[in-house]
């Protein structure tokens, strides 16, 4: 359509952001096309029409044109959805328009407020100027053009950083990236729950790094800012503080380091990580009577697929003096790391829907009804999506079965004794499954939740959930082992690393987040334990769990 734009229609008098962006938008889509504005669009018009007319870009209708998010189109928001993904593509376009256009099309239907708006609006003539309305309206334009441009420019110049961003993420080390070079790496760094600084090559020369802000944060607060004694020191006095002989500068607010060296920028930044999780860890003892942990992203690293020897070690330290261990995992349990074995006293899987004792009885199970697994098959087969469900002899793979052996070999190693072949999803008709993993779009799989208010989702990563009820929680689940263990939550100490650990990390009597773990866990955690990468677990039970007394 935008080929064969050469005329448009909008209103005539005071303008407003809405058309003036409207029109700026058209141009950039089309450069030749004549605007033409008025009271009354003419008959037989053969052009677009926009903010005026009651047509498809016109928003003063009796009915409500509005977006998922509920905020209403304006023309601007509707000429946008019509053309933004032909300049920058449909996931760009609508990021876009949540960032910048929904803003807008929100003050031009409820008079909200935006200083975008009023300085758009800063055109119009005063009531007693003598300047031609419509040279105004031109004037307007232009400035709201540059503004689109550029905006435009910088998505561009955001779609050729993402390659680099993300290589540098996936070989980020300590929840530290390194860029080779500046690059806008905010969006990318979002989407990445470990991440806490990027570094870079400084415009200044040396380098820099940055604090990442906690995307899930209203007040926008840093996952890990810089030490407090450096804020705003400079040169020798920051030097002096720190001990990082080329470290240079500490912006007052604690997000931005500078040094002369990668390796000093690099060192300020696990200085920032070692003072936060100091705050943390535990000065003295406690009488603990159970542990419980997660086991991916806690005690197994995604470079390792079983607990360290020093996680072991204090688990079976614990065990020794009569301390319940007990494994809380989103993973069966024919897939538990087999170090694990005569040390862990309880099973809790698939996110609490099954419990087991330590020979792998199962003690209790929430299944998924058939009517449940019927319909969540039929979401995914209309997807193409892969499905894996959970029973307790392994994973019944309905589709994708490639991406799941993939899936499975790179983050709990070689289970395909554990993964039995069920194409057509035909197995859950005569046994129940107590669980699923999904493989897909990240949008579908939130469109179906929200029509499907009884079932919820923990992410792996964009594109790989578990899938479970809303009435399974591993802090449920729990609570169940502990009763028949004879142990109080207020006794216990847990420890993980994800969505799906919040709940049991806000009822024990101690809950650590792991330094790599997702923000929302670390807000519900009591604590912070030193990453999975370092042994977190067992340097906290270190400190936390008393040696035996000798004979």
Request: charged share 25%; with cysteine; proline share 5%.
């Given at each position: 359509?935008?080929?064969?734009?050469?005329?448009?229609?909008?209103?005539?008098?005071?303008?407003?952001?809405?058309?003036?962006?409207?029109?700026?938008?058209?141009?950039?889509?089309?450069?030749?096309?004549?605007?033409?504005?008025?009271?009354?669009?003419?008959?037989?018009?053969?052009?677009?029409?926009?903010?005026?007319?009651?047509g498809e870009f016109d928003?003063?209708?009796?009915?409500?044109?509005?977006?998922?998010?509920?905020?209403?189109?304006?023309?601007?928001?509707?000429?946008?959805?019509?053309?933004?993904?032909?300049?920058?593509?449909?996931?760009?376009?609508?990021?876009?328009?949540?960032?910048?256009?929904?803003?807008?099309?929100?003050?031009?239907?409820?008079?909200?407020?935006?200083?975008?708006?009023?300085?758009?609006g800063s055109f119009n003539?005063?009531?007693?100027?003598?300047?031609?309305?419509?040279?105004?309206?031109?004037?307007?334009?232009?400035?709201?053009?540059?503004?689109?441009?550029?905006?435009?420019?910088?998505?561009?110049?955001?779609?050729?950083?993402?390659?680099?961003?993300?290589?540098?993420?996936?070989?980020?080390?300590?929840?530290?990236?390194?860029?080779?070079?500046?690059?806008?790496?905010?969006?990318?760094?979002?989407?990445?729950?470990?991440?806490?600084?990027?570094?870079?090559?400084?415009?200044?020369?040396?380098?820099?790094?940055?604090?990442?802000?906690?995307?899930?944060?209203?007040?926008?607060?840093?996952?890990?800012?810089?030490?407090?004694?450096?804020?705003?020191?400079?040169?020798?006095?920051?030097?002096?503080?720190?001990?990082?002989?080329?470290?240079?500068?500490?912006?007052?607010?604690?997000?931005?380091?500078?040094?002369?060296?990668?390796?000093?920028?690099?060192?300020?930044?696990?200085?920032?990580?070692?003072?936060?999780?100091?705050?943390?860890?535990?000065?003295?003892?406690?009488?603990?009577?159970?542990?419980?942990?997660?086991?991916?992203?806690?005690?197994?690293?995604?470079?390792?697929?079983?607990?360290?020897?020093?996680?072991?070690?204090?688990?079976?330290?614990?065990?020794?003096?009569?301390?319940?261990?007990?494994?809380?995992?989103?993973?069966?349990?024919?897939?538990?790391?087999?170090?694990?074995?005569?040390?862990?006293?309880?099973?809790?899987?698939?996110?609490?829907?099954?419990?087991?004792?330590?020979?792998?009885?199962?003690?209790?199970?929430?299944?998924?009804?058939?009517?449940?697994?019927?319909?969540?098959?039929?979401?995914?087969?209309?997807?193409?999506?892969?499905?894996?469900?959970?029973?307790?002899?392994?994973?019944?793979?309905?589709?994708?079965?490639?991406?799941?052996?993939?899936?499975?070999?790179?983050?709990?190693?070689?289970?395909?004794?554990?993964?039995?072949?069920?194409?057509?999803?035909?197995?859950?008709?005569?046994e129940a499954p107590y669980?699923?993993?999904?493989?897909?779009?990240?949008?579908?799989?939130?469109?179906?939740?929200?029509?499907?208010?009884?079932?919820?989702?923990?992410?792996?990563?964009?594109?790989?959930?578990?899938?479970?009820?809303?009435?399974?929680?591993?802090?449920?689940?729990?609570?169940?082992?502990?009763?028949?263990?004879?142990?109080?939550?207020?006794?216990?100490?847990?420890?993980?690393?994800?969505?799906?650990?919040?709940?049991?990390?806000?009822?024990?009597?101690?809950?650590?987040?792991?330094?790599?773990?997702?923000?929302?866990?670390?807000?519900?955690?009591?604590?912070?334990?030193?990453?999975?990468?370092?042994?977190?677990?067992?340097?906290?039970?270190?400190?936390?769990?008393?040696?035996?007394?000798?004979?």
């Open positions: 359509m935008s080929e064969h734009l050469t005329a448009a229609f909008t209103h005539g008098g005071k303008f407003h952001a809405d058309d003036v962006f409207s029109t700026a938008l058209l141009r950039i889509v089309s450069p030749e096309i004549k605007v033409t504005r008025g009271f009354e669009v003419p008959q037989g018009f053969d052009g677009i029409v926009y903010d005026i007319g009651g928003h003063h209708g009796p009915e409500v044109k509005a977006r998922e998010s509920g905020v209403p189109y304006a023309a601007f928001g509707l000429l946008w959805r019509r053309f933004g993904p032909e300049l920058v593509g449909q996931q760009e376009a609508d990021y876009f328009d949540e960032q910048f256009i929904s803003p807008l099309d929100l003050d031009d239907n409820t008079g909200c407020g935006s200083s975008l708006a009023a300085a758009i003539p005063g009531w007693d100027s003598t300047a031609d309305e419509n040279e105004q309206f031109e004037k307007a334009v232009g400035f709201a053009k540059q503004i689109l441009e550029n905006k435009i420019a910088l998505i561009h110049g955001d779609a050729r950083a993402k390659a680099l961003v993300e290589a540098a993420l996936a070989k980020m080390q300590g929840g530290i990236a390194v860029l080779p070079q500046f690059a806008p790496w905010k969006r990318a760094a979002k989407q990445e729950p470990r991440v806490q600084f990027v570094v870079y090559p400084s415009q200044r020369g040396g380098f820099a790094a940055q604090a990442v802000t906690d995307p899930q944060s209203e007040d926008h607060a840093l996952k890990c800012p810089f030490p407090a004694a450096w804020a705003g020191l400079r040169d020798d006095a920051i030097a002096k503080v720190s001990g990082i002989a080329t470290l240079r500068f500490c912006h007052n607010s604690r997000f931005m380091v500078t040094a002369g060296t990668q390796e000093d920028v690099i060192a300020a930044c696990k200085a920032a990580q070692r003072e936060q999780i100091a705050q943390f860890m535990p000065q003295k003892s406690w009488p603990v009577k159970a542990v419980v942990t997660d086991c991916d992203g806690t005690i197994v690293s995604e470079l390792e697929h079983e607990p360290s020897e020093a996680v072991l070690y204090q688990l079976r330290r614990a065990k020794e003096q009569g301390v319940k261990v007990i494994v809380a995992s989103g993973r069966i349990l024919p897939v538990i790391p087999k170090s694990l074995r005569g040390i862990v006293d309880y099973y809790v899987c698939g996110n609490g829907a099954l419990a087991a004792d330590a020979a792998g009885k199962t003690l209790r199970k929430d299944v998924w009804s058939q009517e449940e697994t019927a319909d969540f098959w039929a979401f995914c087969e209309a997807q193409g999506a892969g499905l894996s469900l959970f029973f307790e002899d392994g994973y019944s793979i309905c589709s994708r079965w490639d991406d799941f052996l993939k899936f499975y070999q790179l983050t709990v190693g070689d289970i395909r004794e554990q993964m039995h072949e069920d194409t057509g999803c035909r197995r859950y008709l005569t669980g699923a993993f999904y493989i897909g779009s990240d949008e579908a799989l939130a469109k179906y939740l929200a029509a499907h208010p009884d079932m919820q989702a923990a992410p792996f990563m964009s594109g790989y959930y578990d899938v479970y009820k809303k009435t399974t929680n591993k802090a449920k689940m729990i609570e169940y082992v502990l009763d028949f263990a004879g142990v109080d939550w207020q006794d216990t100490v847990a420890f993980g690393d994800g969505g799906n650990d919040v709940e049991m990390l806000r009822a024990a009597g101690r809950g650590y987040a792991m330094e790599n773990a997702r923000e929302v866990a670390k807000k519900a955690a009591d604590a912070i334990a030193p990453p999975v990468s370092e042994n977190g677990v067992a340097q906290v039970l270190r400190k936390l769990i008393p040696d035996a007394p000798k004979q």
